[in-house]
């Protein structure tokens, strides 16, 4: 096994992405190394004026089934695979010359997946010759180079043309990325097709299962690295897994980048605007909601979203689930200032209205999302990783468990409160309110051991806004004092999941305070 450089005399060039092709062929024909190609590859080194030798050539064989199969030889394999000098005899008998270079990238099924193309279509960008390549040349680390994405070539070239070789330390990074590369196109293609096909055994009106023995992701890096993570000593970076969400995000020019935070807070704005109703409006801080609200129109919903926590508002994420016009941009700029604003869309009057606020500038960024295809939440633990379904339950009841059952504007609160309350941390506690059209939080407690503390601490929020509010419980109350601690408040309906062993008597004191009391259940814990 080869410890040092290795010259490279023979290479294999076959790549769905040709750029910088023309000059990584250059400059191995100026080393004088013999270029082996396939299709369209080497046609667009013989249009450079380079001279190649097909791949049939070397095989003996033609391309069949319109190129479907070429590189699936052992002259091309064993070529790659072979071992010297252990196996430098079997070669010469075989008549198999080795290969030192391997220059493969696959084709483009993410972008086919991404598109939403046809089954057929999409199968047809399933490659098969160069993952083989690939994974050869990798696992033959000890003499072959492989360069597996046109972002290898220029470093490749800064060591190569000084002596025509490449050293051991450069052919293991080099095949470590190949295995990544072939990792990810297969962890692709799963994912697309467990999405398109019944799983074996199954029929196809039978429903996959969601939760996989082997769970396979495919993530691809979306642009250059963050600044850092959570915190400056944190290395941190953003990956699309599947189409749509965050992963597909547009940043609209004249803003900075985005950070790993305000990316946390992105997808908790984004998350949010698409449960309530539109046009609706959040206000985001540290990945929950301080204000949110729906109304007649969007600047409506977004002033009501403003005024739930407007001192935590400074230096929010704002999530809107309308396009945003001139009248809203109007709004947005004449309220504090925010890290970013993310929304289907920017009218072009709209972008030069917020570009153009005094001390804006480049510092609010842009942000235009799609939805995300369905698909589980992922979550790190030491060693692992959790998986589950999204939290898209509706409730399974809507039950009023009181003498007293909520008024018509009561009602609409509550449906309002319930669907933002799954966006707090657990314990979580939301008091909303309600003005003719516009439903609006007012004041939030979550992220606390004890949920009657989290009661307390949205009663502060709210103020003297509790007065006739309705408050909304992810998570039943344990014990009456949550409901005693509301009603001091001024709330007069209540909306959680019950199922405590303490729910008659969590009633019973609903009804001895008036209140209303409806119960879903179903839960939303957010850990």
């Not at 080099?174 to 962890?187: H, I």
């Not at 709330?491 to 959680?496: D, K, L, P």
Request: glycine letters at 12%; aromatic letters at 6%; hydrophobic letters at 45%.
């Amino acid at each position: 096994m080869s410890t040092g450089p290795v010259t490279i005399r023979r290479a294999l060039l076959s790549v769905a992405d040709k750029s910088g092709l023309v000059e990584l062929g250059q400059a191995l024909a100026a080393r004088e190394v013999q270029l082996i190609s396939t299709g369209g590859t080497a046609r667009v080194l013989r249009e450079a004026g380079l001279s190649v030798t097909d791949v049939s050539e070397v095989t003996g064989h033609p391309e069949v089934f319109s190129g479907r199969v070429k590189t699936l030889h052992p002259k091309v394999h064993g070529g790659i695979l072979a071992r010297l000098p252990q196996d430098q005899a079997e070669m010469e008998q075989v008549q198999i010359e080795a290969l030192d270079l391997v220059v493969v990238n696959l084709y483009r099924f993410e972008d086919a997946a991404a598109k939403g193309v046809e089954l057929g279509e999409l199968v047809e960008q399933i490659d098969i010759g160069g993952p083989a390549m690939l994974r050869a040349a990798a696992k033959s680390f000890a003499r072959v180079g492989l360069l597996s994405d046109p972002s290898q070539y220029p470093g490749f070239l800064s060591e190569f043309t000084q002596e025509g070789t490449i050293s051991r330390g450069t052919r293991e990074r080099l095949a470590v990325a190949g295995f990544q590369r072939s990792a990810a196109y297969d962890a692709a293609v799963h994912a697309e097709l467990a999405q398109r096909l019944a799983p074996a055994g199954e029929a196809a009106s039978a429903a996959p299962s969601e939760l996989p023995t082997r769970l396979a992701i495919s993530g691809l890096r979306v642009g250059d690295p963050l600044r850092y993570g959570e915190n400056p000593h944190q290395q941190g970076a953003l990956y699309a897994v599947g189409s749509g969400g965050l992963g597909d995000l547009e940043l609209h020019e004249g803003g900075k980048a985005l950070s790993y935070n305000n990316l946390l807070d992105l997808d908790a704005a984004w998350d949010l605007t698409q449960r309530i109703p539109s046009p609706g409006a959040c206000v985001i801080k540290h990945a929950g909601p301080c204000g949110a609200a729906t109304g007649s129109d969007a600047v409506a919903a977004f002033e009501a979203a403003w005024e739930g926590d407007p001192l935590s508002a400074f230096g929010s994420v704002v999530g809107c689930n309308v396009r945003v016009d001139l009248a809203l941009a109007e709004a947005l700029v004449k309220k504090g200032f925010v890290e970013v604003i993310v929304a289907p869309g920017f009218e072009p009057a709209a972008l030069e209205r917020i570009r153009g606020r005094k001390g804006w500038g480049k510092s609010v960024r842009l942000v235009t999302a799609r939805p995300a295809a369905p698909g589980l939440r992922l979550r790190s633990v030491a060693g692992g990783l959790l998986a589950q379904t999204e939290d898209r339950a509706e409730p399974a009841k809507w039950e009023v468990v009181t003498q007293r059952a909520p008024s018509a504007s009561e009602e609409a609160a509550l449906r309002f409160a319930w669907t933002c309350v799954r966006s707090v941390r657990s314990n979580a506690i939301v008091f909303a309110g309600s003005e003719g059209e516009t439903h609006s939080l007012i004041g939030v407690g979550g992220g606390l051991p004890s949920r009657v503390d989290a009661v307390r601490l949205a009663a502060r929020k709210a103020s003297g806004r509790a007065q006739g509010a309705v408050m909304a419980s992810d998570a039943f109350f344990p014990f009456p004092d949550g409901v005693e601690v509301a009603a001091e408040a001024g709330v007069r309906a209540v909306v959680q999941p019950g199922g405590s062993k303490k729910d008659a008597d969590v009633i019973a004191r609903a009804d001895e305070l008036g209140l209303a009391m409806v119960l879903t259940g179903t839960r939303h814990f957010r850990h």
